[in-house]
C-alpha cells in the first residue's frame, strides 16, 4: 500500500473532490494540506486554481516561486494574470465590434432565420434604451438574454461574418477585434476562435465577463508572449488611425 504523508492525503482528496466539481470540499482539503506543510508546492498551485480572486491567484503563485523559483506552472500563471490585467485595462473601440457590423450580424441572424425581423427590432430598441442610460450592451447579449438565439449559434454567425469579411465580400476593412487579428496571422484558427467567443458569450450570460484574450490562453490556444505582440500591435494601429 502507497504511503501518503497527511498534506499528500489531503491534496489526493481536493484533486478528486474538483475533478467530479466539488470545489467547495476541494478547497477545503487543500487548505487542510497547507495548514500540514506550509511549503507544499503542489498545495499552492492547487489553491491557485481554486480561489477566484486574480490577486489571490497572484498571491499562490508567488508563494510557489518563493519555494520554487524556476516552477514553469507559477511563471506562465504570474503571466497570464497579468495579460489578463492589460486586457481588461484596454478600452479602445478597436477592440469591439461596430455598431454597424452588428446590425449586419442581425441581419444575417434574420436571414437565416434564427431570429424574426420583430425579435431583431425589440433586440435594437432595448440596446438604444440602455445606451441612452449609459449602458453598453451587445445586440448578441441581448439576444441571448432574451432567449431568442444560443451562444453556439451567435459564435458561429460571427465567424461566417469574419469568413465573409476576409474574402472580401464586404471590403478589405482593417481588423476590428482581437479575434480577427489571431486569425489573420494565424495565430489562431476560426474553429478555436469560435470555440472561444462560444464560451464568452456564455460566461456573459451568467453574469462572468471574461475578455476573449483569457478565454484563449486558458484554452492554450495561444502563448502568452505572443498575445502580448498583438496587443502590442493593435494598440500602435488604433492610435494610428486616431491621428489620420
Known amino acids: 500500500m502507497e504511503y501518503r504523508s497527511a498534506a499528500e492525503a ?15 470540499s476541494a478547497f477545503r482539503h487543500t487548505r487542510a494540506a497547507l495548514l500540514t506543510d506550509p511549503n507544499s508546492v503542489e ?12 490577486e489571490r491567484q497572484r498571491e499562490c503563485f508567488e508563494r510557489v516561486l518563493m519555494l520554487d ?19 481588461a ?10 455598431a454597424g457590423d452588428m446590425r ?41 438574454r432574451n432567449g431568442w438565439v444560443t451562444p453556439r449559434a451567435l459564435a458561429n454567425a460571427l465567424i461566417e461574418q469574419l469568413n465573409e469579411k476576409r474574402t472580401g465580400q464586404y471590403g478589405q ?3 476590428q477585434f482581437l479575434g480577427e487579428y489571431l486569425v489573420i496571422q494565424g495565430l489562431i484558427s476560426t474553429t478555436q476562435l469560435e470555440a472561444a467567443l462560444e464560451e ?9 465577463k471574461v475578455t476573449l484574450g483569457s478565454l484563449l490562453l486558458r484554452q492554450g490556444c495561444i502563448d502568452p508572449a505572443r498575445l502580448q505582440r498583438v496587443l502590442d500591435q493593435q494598440r500602435v494601429e488604433f492610435y494610428s488611425r486616431m491621428g489620420d
Open 43 to 54: 498545495a499552492w498551485l492547487w489553491l491557485s486554481k481554486l480561489v477566484d480572486d486574480p
Open 200 to 208: 464568452q458569450m456564455r460566461l456573459r450570460a451568467i453574469g462572468q
Open 89 to 98: 485595462s484596454v478600452q479602445a473601440p478597436a477592440l469591439h465590434q461596430r
Open 104 to 144: 449586419q450580424l442581425g441581419v444575417r441572424l434574420v436571414e437565416q432565420q434564427l431570429i424574426s425581423n420583430e425579435q431583431l427590432q425589440v433586440a435594437l430598441r432595448q440596446q438604444r434604451s440602455q445606451k441612452i442610460r449609459g449602458e453598453f450592451a451587445p445586440l448578441g447579449d441581448i439576444l441571448i
Open 10 to 24: 489531503h491534496l489526493h482528496n481536493a484533486a478528486q473532490a474538483f475533478y467530479q466539481g466539488d470545489h467547495s
Open 69 to 87: 523559483p524556476h516552477n514553469s506552472i507559477a511563471q506562465d500563471g504570474i503571466e497570464r494574470l497579468r495579460l489578463a490585467q492589460l486586457l
Open 173 to 175: 476593412a482593417a481588423p
